[in-house]
């Protein structure tokens, strides 16, 4: 009889009295040992059983099935026939139970091949060690033997397990650390690497034993990480999850423990990057399917919320209960807040909050011992000392300026961290939508009162939140909050649309995780292109490689059909290098050592495309199992994300029907619109590599299209935040249109008469006020100085030092000094000019807003922000009133050095102006008949 499941045999023509006496002597030699056994696969039925693993050829299966013919013995054997193109490995794979790792095991099978170099390989696994990036059961390949005769029947073997375990064992050690334990490992699957070379391969594979087969038993499971069980202690065997990798987004039904050790977060033992959105009463499931992994509540989530939560399978971050009063009675907090993953101890906070802070958080720890479930906290100043009370900070930075450089927010970053207590674990905010700041300024200046741009906020740009992301993973945060002001379900086009965006962002980190969990920044890869670097993070035995920006309206940023190099430093031999994108993974040919590192060719630069360089295989199959399970989708919104901008760009450049530029600008559009259709081709034939390749090739044109409009919008009116319009493209139009038309409408009166700087005596009985930070780190102050006016005899002067001027700061957390003007009475309805100008003699240090100059009408959304001038600089700002009925102008120096303030003016222009209100792109027609289509 033939079975198609593994059978524990016995020679037959052994006796059954020899037997017998056998297994009593065996008996009596090793008492209680576990029984031994030999696990056998014939082949004999119909249904393969060996499967597809990972490749880093280009593969395709010609055939695979059960044979009845050209068997090793009996009368059936598995074949598998394929193509493959250049490449090192092509893995099939056989699960075998789990075998403890004992002398008497080895494992043998019976192959075939056209080719010869085929090797066998088992997994073992480590049950006591856990991997530092995935939290799993650390996982390791023993290697045996390999084919060699062509044409005929070989035996391949795996001997002496133990030794060769012992000796992986030794190089995991120096890896990882002393703390590789080989203690209870076991073997759970065997692996053949099948790739004989380029073109068609054909394997026969037959006769699979495993002989020392001692089955793996389960015991009660016991708390605590590996590490807790020191190595060479006599404990009995524990019973520890299998090694695992969890799906992209997968989040756990109910997380029973969660943790921080050292700075990465840990829910269930396994890294977690989070992804957390702010909750704006949206059904819990939808976020879940948008790809978040939590949402932050501003309140107490009621019980009905919890239990949804923990139907859903997302966690929550939120206030801690009110029953933490910070007295001695606290109650413990319940298992309704299970699904809690860290509690919020509040926002913007200062010196002033934090007695609150500290009496609250020792109440939640009182309250909460159990669960380990960090604080976390969002400090506006007081960084170190709020370090000590929360177990991870919140950094929020991000000004709408279309001309800043994107690095400064990263630099601003890092140096906020610095700030903190060493080792501070930190996540980031992302900004999605548009300010409200500017929403205001946008109705305001339309002159309609009831005039809303939209209902709801518009959005940023993928390339905007991509750029604020790749910005954070690379200065080290370990978990992004989303920021939203308006819900993501709305039916209406710019919802689904910012739900669309968010998707295919929380798509991309999912491919990384649980590397964004634990990577570190390594160093920084020089690129082809002056205006990219690449910054280079590390994780076990990899490289990930990020493209960041250094001039978001670079013309190198855009560049499309030209080869695109990365140059990586300090990469050890032997690793491979992929292109990873939401469409898959990729091997990248083009691979050599250079002066310098490693120069890895890519045939065309992708910004949503990050570079990893692998020395382990599995590394590639892990992505490659990832980038499956979310390709098909990613493609889908990659695409429409596509046509919704291609739509807004074909709207605008009707309402800018004038200009030389426009010929090119027609042949920009109609080349987006020719790949957004080749992509829906492809994607209809499934080739979803072309398909994507297509829509971003469609996404650079637009940029093309984009980046010197906005150029040009900036420097026509020497600053990106001159109006608001420069905040989007949808609004260039009115940006031209108000220029052209406060050109015929000369400013009226100053309305701040001491603007002039001239008398001081007169700027302090009006109103003018000056603050300054006391603290043991910087010295600063103001003057009114006679040095270098630009207009009359005077000029305000700020200036801020180091204390230690040997050891001065590399980053400030606050302004040290700044100045406000009195009141300013405005009417409603009115815009207003303001103009001043500006003198930094010398690029200010620590800081990376420089001086700011903020009208408490446009907020520091759209503040200037000026880091060095060539002498004296002339700003100007256009802002409308609205309902206010006065403002007030702030210039705030937030580095070391000086500036110095001269000329300023305020001045009415008049009646409001009429302006049409900006349009929003018309819906674009989907396969689902609308665009974005709805949930």
Not at 489 to 513: F, G, H, I, M
Request: with cysteine; proline share 8%.
């Amino acid at each position: 009889m033939s079975h198609d499941f593994p059978m524990f045999w016995l020679n037959r023509a052994t006796g059954w009295g020899v037997l017998g006496l056998c297994a009593a002597i065996c008996l009596v030699i090793t008492g209680d040992a576990p029984a031994q056994s030999t696990l056998r696969y014939d082949f004999e039925t119909t249904t393969p059983s060996w499967r597809w693993g990972v490749a880093d050829a280009p593969l395709q299966i010609r055939a695979h099935q059960r044979l009845r013919q050209d068997a090793h013995s009996g009368h059936g054997c598995e074949y598998l026939r394929f193509m493959a193109g250049h490449g090192t490995f092509v893995e099939v794979t056989h699960p075998l139970g789990e075998a403890y790792v004992v002398d008497e095991l080895n494992l043998r099978v019976w192959i075939r091949s056209n080719r010869a170099g085929a090797r066998l390989m088992a997994r073992a696994v480590l049950p006591r060690t856990r991997h530092p990036e995935t939290g799993a059961a650390l996982t390791t390949m023993l290697i045996g033997s390999s084919y060699g005769t062509p044409g005929r029947w070989q035996s391949l073997a795996l001997d002496q397990i133990p030794v060769l375990l012992e000796r992986e064992a030794r190089r995991l050690r120096f890896e990882l650390g002393a703390n590789v334990d080989t203690r209870e490992a076991y073997v759970d699957e065997i692996a053949l690497n099948i790739y004989g070379g380029q073109g068609e391969t054909h394997v026969w594979l037959d006769d699979l034993e495993v002989r020392g087969f001692v089955e793996r038993t389960a015991a009660p499971n016991v708390p605590g990480s590996p590490e807790t069980v020191p190595p060479g202690s006599n404990e009995g065997p524990r019973h520890f999850q299998p090694a695992k990798l969890s799906e992209p987004g997968a989040a756990p039904d109910a997380v029973d423990h969660v943790e921080l050790r050292g700075s990465i977060f840990y829910a269930d033992g396994t890294p977690v990057f989070p992804r957390v959105v702010d909750y704006r009463g949206e059904p819990l499931r939808f976020l879940k399917e948008l790809g978040f992994n939590a949402v932050k509540m501003s309140s107490v989530p009621s019980t009905e919320l919890l239990q949804e939560a923990d139907r859903v399978g997302i966690a929550i971050i939120c206030p801690p209960p009110s029953l933490i009063s910070g007295s001695t009675g606290e109650t413990a907090i319940g298992p309704e807040f299970d699904v809690v993953w860290a509690w919020d101890l509040g926002n913007r906070l200062s010196r002033a909050e934090i007695d609150e802070a500290t009496r609250v958080a020792h109440g939640v720890r009182r309250a909460d011992p159990a669960r380990s479930r960090p604080l976390i906290c969002e400090p506006a100043t007081e960084l170190r000392s709020f370090s000590r009370i929360a177990d991870i900070l919140v950094f929020d930075h991000s000004p709408w300026n279309p001309g800043l450089d994107p690095t400064a927010w990263g630099t601003w970053l890092e140096g906020r961290s610095n700030l903190t207590l060493p080792g501070t674990p930190f996540w980031t905010v992302i900004q999605t939508q548009v300010p409200p700041e500017i929403l205001r300024q946008w109705s305001a200046l339309a002159a309609k009162p009831d005039f809303q741009v939209h209902p709801h906020a518009p959005v940023l740009s993928m390339d905007l939140v991509r750029e604020q992301i790749h910005q954070a993973l690379a200065s080290g945060s370990r978990g992004i909050f989303f920021a939203t002001s308006s819900r993501l379900d709305n039916d209406d086009p710019t919802s689904r649309l910012r739900a669309t965006v968010l998707e295919l962002a929380n798509t991309e980190l999912r491919l990384l995780d649980p590397w964004a969990a634990a990577t570190k920044h390594f160093t920084t890869a020089s690129t082809s292109r002056s205006g990219i670097v690449g910054a280079v993070l590390e994780v076990a035995r990899a490289r990930l490689v990020l493209p960041i920006h250094r001039n978001r309206l670079g013309p190198d940023r855009f560049a499309s059909g030209e080869k695109f190099s990365y140059t990586v430093p300090g990469v050890p031999a032997g690793y491979r290098a992929y292109e990873l994108t939401p469409a898959g993974i990729f091997r990248v040919r083009a691979q050599e050592r250079v002066a310098g590192g490693i120069r890895v060719t890519l045939n065309e630069y992708d910004e949503a495309a990050a570079v990893v360089l692998a020395g382990d295989g599995r590394i590639y199959g892990t992505l490659a199992k990832r980038s499956q399970i979310v390709s098909r989708r990613a493609v889908r919104l990659e695409r429409d994300l596509v046509a919704a901008h291609l739509s807004e760009a074909e709207l605008v450049a009707h309402r800018l029907r004038a200009g030389p530029v426009q010929n090119a600008a027609d042949a920009l559009l109609a080349s987006a619109r020719a790949d957004l259709t080749a992509c829906d081709a492809f994607r209809t034939q499934e080739r979803l590599r072309e398909a994507y390749r297509f829509a971003r090739r469609a996404s650079r044109t637009l940029a093309t299209y984009e980046a010197p409009l906005m150029g040009h919008a900036v420097a026509a009116a020497r600053s990106p935040v001159a109006t608001p319009f420069v905040a989007a493209l949808a609004t260039l139009p009115e940006h031209r249109r108000f220029l052209e038309q406060v050109k015929s409408r000369p400013p009226q009166e100053n309305l701040l008469p001491t603007g002039n700087i001239e008398n001081f005596t007169q700027m302090q009985a009006s109103g003018w006020q000056l603050s300054v930070l006391r603290n043991n780190i910087v010295l600063a102050g103001a003057d009114v100085s006679t040095e270098v006016p630009n207009q009359g005899r005077f000029s305000l002067r700020l200036e801020a030092h180091a204390a230690d001027r040997m050891n001065p700061p590399t980053m400030l957390e606050s302004a040290p000094v700044w100045v406000t003007t009195p009141p300013i009475p405005v009417a409603p309805g009115s815009v207003i000019r303001v103009d001043a100008s500006i003198r930094v003699p010398v690029e200010l240090d620590a800081s990376v807003d420089g001086l700011m100059v903020i009208d408490s009408l446009g907020g520091a959304a759209l503040a200037e922000r000026v880091q060095s001038t060539e002498g004296w600089q002339p700003i100007t700002l256009y802002r409308a009133a609205g309902d206010a009925e006065q403002m007030t102008l702030t210039f705030a120096l937030t580095g070391l050095g000086e500036a110095s303030i001269d000329d300023v003016r305020v001045r009415p222009l008049g009646a409001p102006l009429p302006f049409a209100p900006p349009r929003l792109p018309p819906a674009v027609i989907s396969e689902r008949g609308r665009w974005p289509p709805r949930r």
